[in-house]
């Protein structure tokens, strides 16, 4: 979902931009994972212990169970990956709970909304730290090619204004 987003952080941004820069941004993206990881994994072992206190056996198996294929991009990938696992460990323990009519419907169905929620919204965050990153290494290498570039100009027609100037003493002595 964000691999595109993480790769540029971990490759583009380090590439375009400074080392500096890089390392501020993944400070920041590596925050966001680690507290939605350690979110997940509180609600996961809450409900484990819930399932547990009403002799509720946590493992159940699925019919249809689906397997995907990831790509992975870069470390950060790996990290987020281990986010949806544990969500997916998590909705494992809710099903059972739901199953078992320890929590209703309504609870269930606002679970899963929540926790989806919030991974995509870790996602668009992720993504959108990546786009403004990379926007701003850019800028930024615009700016200093630009100011590079203008320099020498600079530096010639100050050398013409004083050749011309030079001329015009010479010429009134």
Same mark, same amino acid.
């Given at each position: !979902?964000?691999?595109?987003? &993480? ?5 583009? =941004? ?7 820069? #890089?390392?501020?941004?993944?400070? !920041? ?10 979110? %997940?994994?509180?609600?996961? =072992?809450?409900?484990?212990? %819930? ?13 249809? #169970? ?21 969500? @997916?460990? !998590?909705?494992?323990? !809710?099903?059972?709970?739901? =199953?078992?009519?320890?929590?209703? @419907? ?12 919030? %991974?995509?919204? &870790? ?5 959108? %730290? ?5 926007? #701003? ?37």
């Amino acid at each position: !979902m964000c691999a595109n987003a &993480l790769f540029s952080l971990s490759v583009v =941004l380090r590439f375009i931009g400074t080392e500096e820069q #890089a390392q501020e941004v993944d400070a !920041m993206v590596d925050t966001l994972i680690n507290q939605a990881l350690e979110g %997940i994994q509180k609600e996961s =072992l809450r409900l484990k212990e %819930i399932a547990e206190s009403n002799g509720i056996e946590t493992t159940i198996g699925y019919t249809s #169970a689906k397997t995907v294929d990831v790509q992975i991009t870069s470390p950060r990938s790996i990290k987020y990956l281990a986010i949806i696992r544990e969500f @997916d460990g !998590m909705m494992s323990n !809710m099903d059972a709970l739901w =199953l078992s009519c320890v929590i209703t @419907d309504t609870q269930y169905a606002r679970g899963v909304y929540e926790w989806k929620r919030r %991974i995509l919204r &870790l996602a668009g965050q992720i993504r959108q %730290i990546a786009t403004r990153a990379v926007l #701003a290494a850019r800028r930024k290498e615009t700016s200093e090619a630009v100011a590079e570039a203008s320099e020498p100009q600079i530096a010639e027609t100050d050398k013409s204004a004083l050749e011309t100037a030079k001329d015009k003493l010479t010429e009134a002595e």
